[in-house]
């Protein structure tokens, strides 16, 4: 644990009783979510990474999105950077492992010329960084910052040029190695995990809904399997490390140039569930046929996808919208149970 601001009073020992003075005294208890002070951060990142010029942080995480990480924008100088504080890592059940091959990938990618925001190494050359938070210890890394606007869903030499880049970054990866150890992106994380959040959310009294559901999600589960095999096959082409939540807001457009960025749900996964993510998160399937046919056309000129990948896309896109829904089923998830469905 790195740095740890006491912030609040001590607490008192006799649990929350009255003392014999009448006063109410305060009892200790667990926090589930906290946001780190933008000024406290500033003074991190001033003194564990090796850039010039005064620090200034502030938060520009949308703050009803409480399943994501934090992230704050960094000016030193005349430079910008952005400064990610993972959730704590109870939530995804992740280890130190996890985002150290989440590092590792980036700068994978970086050497084989793909226009990726990177992480920046600290003044003591590691990556990765850890703050005594609330809650428990949270992780954080700075990145190179993106430069430009959001990829336009509407723009068709965008989407080509997207889809493009996703084909080299899957490509490339093929020949991705990691010591470090990161959970995969399989059907316990796609299906199980999420439809067990969901059954404790919704409880007995929507279990009509949940049978409907639970029938979809196999389904889907059975016709992947049935396409791609049950066991992923490494260096197939099929499998691999992905970037797991593709977005249009997650690659910046400058010059006709984007920069990708927001790898934090990577690991390895089919590669056909990539894509399905991308056109459930853009909802490009919605949109006209001419704008979906120019990002597979991108796709297509640098991985061609077998019959079965792409038959595949459909049910990936059941999963995918399985897995937002357990997404806000989180036990610890601040949007609240009735945000997801009345019990």
Known sequence: ???????????????????KFGEVTVEPIRIARSFIAADALAEVVADKYDIDGPVSCKLFSKLLRTQDNDHYRVIAGEQKYVLRVYQQGDAWQREESDYLFE?????????????????????????????????????????????????????????????????????????????????????????????????????????????????????????????????????????????????????HFDDGKPTFFNFDRCGYGWRAYDIASFLSNTNLLQASEDLS?????????????????????????TLRRIWRMGLFALDSGLAGYTFLAPA
């Open 1 to 19: 644990m790195e740095y740890y601001r006491e912030s609040s009073r001590r607490l008192s020992s006799d649990n929350g009783k009255h003392n």
């Open 103 to 251: 590092m590792d990938w980036l700068l994978f990618l970086q050497d084989q010329g793909l226009p990726i925001s990177t992480p920046l190494p600290r003044r003591d050359g590691s990556l990765l960084g850890s703050l005594d938070a609330p809650e428990g210890r949270r992780y954080y890394a700075l990145f190179t910052f993106a430069k430009g606007q959001p990829m336009s869903p509407s723009d068709s030499d965008q989407l080509y040029e997207f889809g493009a880049y996703m084909a080299r970054i899957h490509k490339a990866s093929d020949q991705f190695n990691s010591p470090h150890h990161r959970k995969p992106i399989d059907m316990e994380c796609l299906l199980e995990t999420p439809l067990e959040r969901i059954a404790r959310s919704w409880g007995p009294r929507r279990s009509a809904n949940l049978d409907i559901l639970l029938a979809s999600a196999e389904e889907a589960r059975q016709e992947v399997f049935s396409l791609l095999g049950e066991e992923p096959q490494d260096g197939s082409g099929i499998w691999g490390v992905i970037g797991g939540d593709f977005h249009n807001v997650s690659a």
């Open 293 to 317: 046919e120019a990002f597979f056309a991108g796709y297509y000129s640098v991985r061609r996808l077998s019959r079965e990948e792409h038959a595949a896309v459909s049910p990936f896109l």
